[in-house]
């Protein structure tokens, strides 16, 4: 059976990654969480003192830097490494959400990422999220979902994965912060977070976890069923 690409894209804390993870589990797919990237590179960033403007110095580091990904045995999860070390904790802490769409506009920083990007998509049978994947990073992708969700509820599922990790932010903090980058991330000129014109759009809002994947695999399996010949549809469009 001929392997698919599924770009799931939209705006932070509506499920993109929760979601896509468990599909890629149900097809036996890699996962790729872009978004995870950018946050690895604002770290490394932060950490060498290098400044966001320091153009020069931010592309010597990412030169330097390595970003890979390591599956837990124990959980099942992928983890982001960085320079051969696990950091998955330390980039979903909120001094990372302040900065990482900062980096995000840097054209260096998207450049490099996504040239990394396709490349661990070169072979297909992928799920990867994140905020251009279905208009930049791989635009013929079979399946596109753009997800979103109201502000408030975005803002509560993200105090509660803080939470979980013992961070204790205000609500009204995390707001601003969704508010700040949501603005960033629509607004760059470089590969700005938008809906593809191809792309299913999926409001999170009132929706389990488990509907959420549904309704993806539900697209994954009528484009694997499509036809293959010229003029062949592009499902969920």
């Keep these: 059976m001929r392997q698919l690409v ?3 894209d939209g705006h932070s804390s509506c499920g993109k990654s929760t979601t896509a993870k468990a599909v890629a589990a149900e097809l ?4 790729i969480d872009t978004g995870a990237m950018y946050r690895a590179v604002t770290l490394y960033l932060l950490e060498h003192q290098i400044a966001f403007d320091d ?3 931010v592309e010597e580091a990412l030169h330097q830097m390595q ?21 998955e904790d330390e980039i979903r802490q909120m001094r990372i ?5 900062e980096v995000s506009v840097i054209p260096a920083v998207r450049h490099a990422l996504v040239r990394q990007q396709q490349q661990m ?18 635009p013929d992708a079979e399946v596109k979902i753009f997800m979103t969700a109201d502000t ?14 013992n961070e204790v932010v205000e609500l009204a903090d995390i707001i601003d912060n969704l508010e ?10 470089e590969s700005p977070l938008r809906r593809a014109s191809d792309a299913v759009l999926l409001d999170t809002s009132h929706m389990t976890i488990d509907e959420q994947v549904d309704f993806v695999l539900e697209r994954a399996s009528a484009a694997l069923f499509a036809p293959m010949a010229g003029g062949s549809e592009r499902n969920g469009s």
């Design 6 to 8: 599924i770009a799931i």
């Design 28 to 31: 036996g797919y890699a996962y």
């Design 55 to 57: 153009l020069p110095r």
């Design 67 to 87: 970003i890979s990904f390591k599956r837990n045995r124990k959980t099942g999860r992928n983890e982001l490494c960085l320079d051969g070390h696990v950091r």
């Design 97 to 101: 959400s302040n900065s990482v769409s």
């Design 121 to 138: 998509g070169r072979k297909r049978g992928i799920v990867m999220d994140g905020r251009d994947i279905g208009t930049t990073v791989f």
């Design 152 to 165: 408030h509820t975005r803002a509560l599922r993200r105090q509660e994965e803080l939470a979980v990790k």
């Design 180 to 189: 700040k980058r949501d603005h960033i991330d629509s607004t760059r000129a």
